[in-house]
């Protein structure tokens, strides 16, 4: 992937040349755009908030649950994700929004992949390029609790991100869909109903991520161009099947574990501890209570624009 430099040079210099914000390309479909234009460390810090005392809050009631989100499937290694597990956790404080924000809409990306892109062998990981670009991304939403929350965070610190969808959720709340696209974020597929893509025919690999990639489109008007496979699990048919849906498949490189709740300071310091230039943070909105992926992200955001880190998003 490091072999794309001089492809990204090019890039990079033609976009900026163009007074667009875009931060790194390969030389095929994997193009990344810069996501916050930050000129000073301290401006991303909002001011504190009130101290934590409310209680957390319930899950909405009525709506559907994203059950089938991180599950772990028998025999999980390290980057796959699990059920959620019950036990109160903390709760969102601080996300009040006490500085002006600019509005986004500039930081769009522009142009298009390619319409029919390569059968990839594999998901990329990382990103192209040797600058510090860092992709973020969230999995299984959207949640009507917490998608909105963590959008109010990446509002707060003016990043975009990747959202990859499970279908079912976004059929379920297609007006989180229009929010995630709105604050500049790239929408992307997570199968319909999270299912382990190695165990399914090739039938049914087809419809989890068509029909996802039906609702987004619908919704949208555009549909995905981005794919992750649930648990990060892919065989040469899955990935065929993606590149016959015109997208391409996106893994991660650093794994917070959030979806096992494992406490707010374990999430953050996996990220802090383990960001470098190139990585792709895996985070969850949905499948279960994430309030403490909303506290990690709130803190460790800013740590990470202090040190200089430029969040990326895929060039849709
Ligand atoms: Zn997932």
Redesign the pocket.
């Known amino acids: 992937m490091r072999s794309d430099n001089h492809m990204n040079t090019r890039r990079w210099l033609l976009l900026s040349a163009l007074g667009i914000g875009a931060a790194a390309a390969t030389g095929s479909a994997v193009v990344l755009t810069r996501t916050t234009d930050h000129a000073s460390s301290s401006a991303h810090r909002p001011a504190p908030g009130p101290s934590g005392t409310s209680g957390h809050k319930k899950a909405g009631k009525g709506t559907p649950s994203p059950s089938k989100?991180?599950h772990r499937p028998s025999g999980g290694s390290r980057r796959k994700?699990s059920g959620p597990r019950p036990g109160s956790v903390p709760v969102e404080a601080g996300l009040r929004q006490t500085y002006r924000l600019r509005p986004v809409a500039g930081e769009y990306a522009i142009g298009s992949t390619v319409l029919h892109p390569q059968i990839r062998k594999h998901a990329q990981l990382t990103l192209p390029g040797s600058g510090r670009y860092i992709a973020l991304t969230f999995?299984?939403g959207p949640h009507p609790d917490y998608t909105p929350k963590v959008l109010s965070v990446l509002r707060t610190y003016r990043i975009q991100a990747t959202f990859?969808v499970?279908g079912e959720n976004a059929a379920a709340f297609p007006k989180l869909l229009h929010d995630i696209a709105a604050g500049g974020h790239v929408v992307a597929n997570?199968s319909y109903t999270?299912p382990l893509l190695t165990s399914l025919s090739t039938a049914k690999v087809r419809q989890e991520l068509g029909r996802t990639s039906d609702v987004i489109e619908k919704v949208l008007d555009a549909p995905p161009r981005w794919c992750?496979a649930?648990?990060g699990e892919w065989d040469a048919r899955s990935l065929k099947v993606c590149a016959q849906l015109g997208m391409e498949p996106l893994g991660w490189s650093l794994d917070t574990n959030d979806w096992a709740r494992p406490g707010i300071a374990k999430i953050e310091k996996a990220v802090t501890h383990g960001v470098e230039p190139g990585s792709v943070i895996l985070q969850?909105d949905g499948?279960g209570n994430r309030a403490q992926t909303v506290r990690a992200i709130t803190d460790y955001l800013p740590r990470l624009l202090d040190k200089g880190y430029v969040f990326v998003r895929p060039h849709t």
Request: charged share 20%; no cysteine; aromatic share 14%.
């Open positions: 989100g991180p994700s999995d299984d990859f499970i997570h999270h992750r649930p648990y969850h499948g």
